[in-house]
């Protein structure tokens, strides 16, 4: 398998790639055999759209044999700038920022986004639009006949929902990622893991892809053992 075959996209999860253990870059080394950033990216705090955005270019380039795909909270902020506007940056940290579009900042938007999240969000319509780019992912990944796909939700369902979504197209793993590392002091992990869960989930996500099943539908690929 060629290292441009590997796509690994999502949100702060898959975020770090930039040293041989993080697990996006591990898993691709470990599928092609070359060791560079895996393809892709990780939009730190953003919404699902700008992951949206980043797969359905990555498709205009090459379309993959193997997709790995994080799914976030339904109640962050649309961007077309990949901003990370979700409760916790609007209200406690930073608004999370692409290098790319760092120019295309200014503080008002953290404010405007505090604004919405006090005044004007609806839990309601976020987990419908979120409902709805799954049903239009599931279209997408059909039509792509990409071969292994990968779900991985990133937090438990809102409380307005009844359970996590399993996809239609490929395999969903069955238990959250914040289930796993909410626990873990966050100051110095790499996709909030540590160093060696970061490794074992690579390996525990290519085992899954090596002995990838025939029908779609849960799993548990037991990331970090």
């Known amino acids: 398998m060629q290292h441009s075959d590997i796509l690994v996209i999502g949100d702060s999860f898959a975020q770090r790639r ?35 955005k980043c797969l359905l270019a990555e498709l205009a380039v090459n379309v993959p044999q193997v997709l790995i795909i994080c799914h976030t909270e339904a109640a962050r902020i649309p961007s077309d700038f990949d901003f990370g506007l979700n409760v916790a940056s609007a209200t406690k940290v930073q608004v999370p920022v692409t290098a790319e579009h760092a120019h295309n900042y200014v503080p008002a938007i953290r404010e405007a986004a505090a604004m919405y999240y006090t005044y004007l969000t609806s839990s309601d319509y976020a987990n419908w639009a979120q409902t709805a780019w799954y049903s239009e992912l599931e ?8 071969p292994k796909v990968v779900h991985l939700h990133c937090f438990p369902p809102a409380h307005s ?3 996590l979504h399993c996809f239609k197209v490929g395999v969903t793993n069955s238990v959250p990622l914040w289930d796993l590392c909410k626990d873990i002091p966050q100051a110095s992990t790499r996709n909030h893991f540590t160093g060696e869960q970061n490794i074992k989930i690579a390996h525990a996500i290519n085992n899954t892809l090596v002995a990838y099943p025939q029908a779609s539908g849960w799993v548990n690929i037991n990331l970090i053992g």
Do not use: C, M
């Open 139 to 146: 279209s997408i990944l059909t039509n792509y006949n990409i």
């Open 18 to 52: 930039d040293s041989e253990s993080d697990w996006p870059t591990l898993l691709a080394t470990l599928q092609s055999g070359v060791s560079k950033h895996a393809r892709g990216q990780g939009f730190g705090g953003a919404s699902w759209w700008s992951t949206r």
């Open 161 to 163: 929902q009844n359970s």
